[in-house]
Every structure is written in C-alpha cells, then in structure tokens.
C-alpha cells in the first residue's frame, strides 16, 4: 500500500551530560554516517547540523516508521560509530531525552536555514537557552529536571 505524505521533524538530541564532546573536525563523518542511517530506514534528511554538545536535524519520517524508534536506532547506531571510530574521544553516549517538534512544508526553508546556521547561532545562544526560546515559541511546557536528566 502506498502513501502520501509529508511528515517534517526538527529533531534534536544532545550528548550526555551536555558534554561537548563531538568533535567540530570530525563531524562531516557523523553527519553522512547518520545520513547513512535515515536513508536505510526510508526516511529523507533534509539538513543535519549542530554544534559539540548537541545536533539538529529535519527529517521526512517514512510512515511506517515510530518516531521513538527512529530517534533510538539513529542515537544507538551513532553512538556505538563515534565510540568504535575514535574520532571521538570524550563522547559517552547520547543524553536520554530529545525534542521533536513538527512542521508544514511551507516552513521548510526557514528550519533548513536555521540549522544550517548553527554555528553563527550559537555565538549569541547557549543550548540550554535554545531549547527554552524553541519550546516557549511551540507553547510547550519544559520540564528541566525532565529534559536535562540522564538517567
């Protein structure tokens, strides 16, 4: 059976801790390795990116996929690449939460745009204080023991 559909997550998830711990010289590896990850899984990544304590990231999610399971296997599968790989050498593991807020296609570019501007971003806004304005503008209320707990 097929299906029609347009499905957009900006899905974010930060290492354990929030230690800043993927390195910037080797994060094009991780990007296509995750890349790698959602094209098995029939999904589409629009644009990936992020900084050393967290990555975002905007993805089509197939249908026949659980959001909850997408997330795991992609934070499973990096985690146990980045480990093995050596190319990063503090990382422990990802934190247990993540934020994954939807959006309609006309919105696209603009999400496309911010991630892709991480970097610039980040010199301004810590993560902690994104995550607040990002929940604030979703009218999501933000549990910080929740969201910031790692066990």
Known sequence: MS??????????????HSGKTICQEHVSELYKYIWGIVKNKQCVLYRING?????????DLHPSIALADYIRDIKVASSKWMKESGCFPGFTGWGIKYCALTYSNKEKELITH???????????????????????????DLD????WQDK
């Open 51 to 59: 900084m050393e304590d967290h990555i975002h990231m905007l993805s």
């Open 3 to 16: 299906a029609y559909r347009q499905i957009l997550y900006h899905i974010i998830f930060r290492t354990k």
């Open 114 to 140: 911010y991630i892709k501007n991480q970097q610039e971003h980040h010199k301004k806004e810590n993560f902690q204080d994104e995550i607040k304005r990002i929940f604030k503008e979703q009218g999501i």
């Open 144 to 147: 910080e023991r929740w969201f």
